[in-house]
């Protein structure tokens, strides 16, 4: 039904125009896409933009138990899909004349069931005035992503006028800018559609603008939705896959980190610091580890601006990530069938597959749970049955040995089949973000060949959104209590956590030599002033785009799941309230570490993959000061000093002294230095280092 109306003002020679146009009603399915047409013809003038004509307001009223389930989307005729609303509204019902127009000063998000009344939705509706015809086929599409409830759509209606919904305009940013192109189709959960996409970086200090050339990549992917509770979410996080124009994998170097063909584009949505995953990867990496390398970018996709994303390295079989051997499906024999094997702990749905349950029930499991391994490499249709069997009997073996009388014992107990020092700092990481999923969700191992070192070891870290305070519930928000006793106050979960933790407790000597490492890294890459000093560097580094990311996704002082309150109503808020928390739950880990320090010897803990880091800059970037944190044997001289990316001196040798032990010293660079990539260099006794560092305005 159309509904044409024109209101000639006559203090004015302005002629106001509002076309209406009312949709079907029906059904709300469960768990289904459920799609309302809308046939429009008779539009006049036919086609719409931003200018004088086009696309102003949808309305609807729909009943459904818990809106949360929905996502609200309207398709228009050339195909272009923009979200109205998403996961609102906690349990709450109905949405009862509901308005989506630009011009609104609430955004939805704001809103709360049943949500009556005008609001700017959470998708660029904008974006449909793109001069197309707006005759033809309209679609109000809602989704139900949960299960039990159904629901009615009772209206919904179209109105065109005058005041159409203006473009936002993305125009440049301190941040790489990533843009990709579909060709307007809605990029699925699986499987992976084909794409354009292009990097744009002209280095550190300098501008990038949308209209830049695509110096930093240029080519063709493969791009999916991923996550598993993450796809609730409005603001989605992509995996993809650098192809070639036949849609093979190619592997290629993004943003200068090495070269592989899988990538993530990580949404952050409840964690608005957008600080938790990157931070836990560098202090994995610092710690001599690997974990994922990442890259703060602002993306567009289809045209459509959609925030600050961190793109960052998948984990993967990889010399230059998880750097184990290759295992073919002809390694059935021998040292050949030993390694290279990642799996992990995790829920089956997201990136989940295939495995074994183990034979061990977790530490608490009043309803019976139980803890399942997933294969990651091989993958559960690449795997062959003999390296199931090695890999499910090695894993019981450490599993055996950990349960049994003698799993203290340092040649036939548990740290035979695993590599100690890696439980150690990830028990740490896991400790200080006081992860909610940690240890039970996301819980990553992997084994090389027997020939390579054969033992387990823990990580790589991966899916910290939910740590560092940021969850309401099972004592996820306290700076007190640990994280591994999740079972204790939570036992009624599914997931729980592996008998591991508790039995480990029970040593002595891993406590020992937990402490031990405690006292080194407390001092060094997780003292309270290099984790605050990150957060500092991070939040200056966002300083321009959160503006952009929150204008977009409106969650700043608001609830989103499971965020604890108070709500900081600023993103300075956020990074202050990580920072607090961080120091408060770092007090509380110094006075209640397990362990001894008797016989401690910190530099006696050498066994780390990733190499051992003496020396660590921060904030890196920076705007003035760099310290840096030094651990020494014996007092000696520290020599500094400053090159440019061609390695010519642009800062003499600075020399301080060092007093032994671990110690911060600080380098004070010269006035006026400009904007770019440095590298540090710094001789300490017979050790020589070289931080690349990026300077900042």
Request: hydrophobic share 35%.
């Amino acid at each position: 039904m159309k509904k044409f109306l024109i209101i000639v003002l006559f203090f004015t020679s302005h002629l106001l125009i509002s076309q209406t146009y009312t949709g079907s009603s029906g059904v709300i399915n469960d768990m289904s896409i459920n799609d309302f047409p809308l046939l429009i013809s008779g539009l006049s003038p036919a086609i719409i933009d931003t200018g004088t004509f086009g696309l102003e307001t949808i309305c609807l009223s729909l009943t459904h138990a818990n809106d949360s389930d929905l996502e609200i989307s309207i398709v228009a005729p050339d195909g272009t899909i923009r979200i109205l609303a998403s996961g609102l509204g906690g349990g709450g019902n109905n949405y009862t004349s509901t308005c989506f127009n630009n011009s609104s000063s609430t955004f939805i998000t704001s809103g709360s069931p049943p949500f009556t009344g005008t609001f700017i939705p959470q998708g660029y509706i904008e974006s449909i005035n793109n001069q197309q015809n707006g005759n033809g086929i309209w679609i109000l599409r809602i989704r139900d992503l949960a299960p039990q409830n159904v629901g009615n759509l009772l209206s919904w209606s179209i109105t065109f006028g005058n005041n159409p919904a203006q473009y936002f305009t993305f125009h440049d940013s301190n941040l790489p800018i990533v843009i990709i192109n579909t060709n307007n189709q809605s990029i699925p959960d699986e499987p992976k559609i084909f794409g354009d996409m292009g990097i744009i970086y002209n280095g550190i200090g300098n501008r990038n603008h949308i209209t830049d050339p695509w110096n930093s990549y240029n080519g063709k992917i493969g791009i999916e939705v991923r996550g598993s509770s993450s796809q609730w979410f409005p603001k989605k996080g992509y995996g993809f896959e650098c192809q070639d124009i036949n849609g093979f994998a190619i592997d290629s170097s993004i943003l200068g980190m090495p070269k592989e063909s899988d990538w993530i584009l990580s949404a952050s949505y409840s964690d608005k610091s957008m600080m938790n995953n990157p931070l836990t990867y560098s202090l994995s990496r610092k710690l001599g580890w690997y974990a994922p390398r990442s890259m703060y970018v602002e993306l567009v996709v289809n045209g459509e601006y959609k925030g600050v994303f961190a793109l960052m390295e998948k984990i993967k079989r990889d010399n230059k990530r998880v750097d184990i051997s290759k295992l073919l499906q002809t390694d059935i024999f021998g040292d050949d069938l030993t390694g290279g094997y990642i799996f992990k702990i995790d829920k089956t749905t997201g990136n989940g597959g295939g495995g074994w349950t183990s034979n061990y029930a977790p530490q608490v499991s009043p309803s019976g749970q139980t803890i399942f391994f997933q294969y990651e490499y091989p993958s559960d249709i690449t795997i062959v049955p003999q390296q199931m069997a090695y890999i499910q009997a090695y894993v019981d073996s450490f599993e055996t040995a950990l349960a049994g009388p003698n799993f203290m014992d340092t040649v036939i107990g548990y740290s035979k089949y695993i590599n100690v020092n890696s439980i150690i700092d990830y028990f740490l990481l896991n400790e200080l973000s006081r992860n909610v999923d940690g240890y039970r969700l996301s819980t990553y191992l992997y084994k090389n060949k027997y020939s390579n070192g054969g033992k387990l070891v823990m990580g790589p870290p991966w899916d910290y959104d939910l740590g560092y305070g940021n969850a309401n519930y099972c004592d996820g928000s306290n700076v007190t209590g640990w994280a591994y006793q999740f079972g204790n106050v939570c036992g009624g979960d599914f997931w729980q956590n592996p008998f591991w933790w508790d039995r480990l407790m029970l040593d002595s000597n891993f406590t020992s030599k937990l402490r031990c490492r405690w006292e080194e890294v407390s001092q060094t890459v997780l003292s309270v002033n290099y984790l605050n000093a990150w957060c500092d560097s991070i939040g200056t580094l966002l300083c321009e785009g959160n503006h952009r990311n929150f204008s977009t996704w409106p969650t700043i002082g608001t609830y989103v799941w499971p965020n604890p309150a108070p709500f900081p109503t600023t993103y300075q808020g956020e990074v202050n309230e990580i920072k607090n928390w961080i120091v408060a739950r770092w007090n509380w880990l110094n006075n209640n570490i397990p362990g001894n320090l008797i016989n401690c010897n910190p530099t006696a803990i050498t066994e780390n993959a990733f190499g051992n880091n003496l020396s660590f800059a921060y904030p890196n970037p920076f705007l003035s000061n760099v310290h840096l944190s030094i651990y020494q044997r014996e007092p000696c001289a520290v020599k500094m000093e400053l090159l440019n990316s061609l390695g010519q001196t642009v800062q003499p040798i600075q020399t301080t002294l060092h007093g032994g032990g671990t110690e911060t010293i600080t380098f004070i660079p010269q006035l006026n230095l400009p904007a770019g990539i440095y590298l540090l260099r710094i001789v300490a006794g017979s050790n020589t280092w070289t931080q690349q560092l990026s300077k900042i305005e």
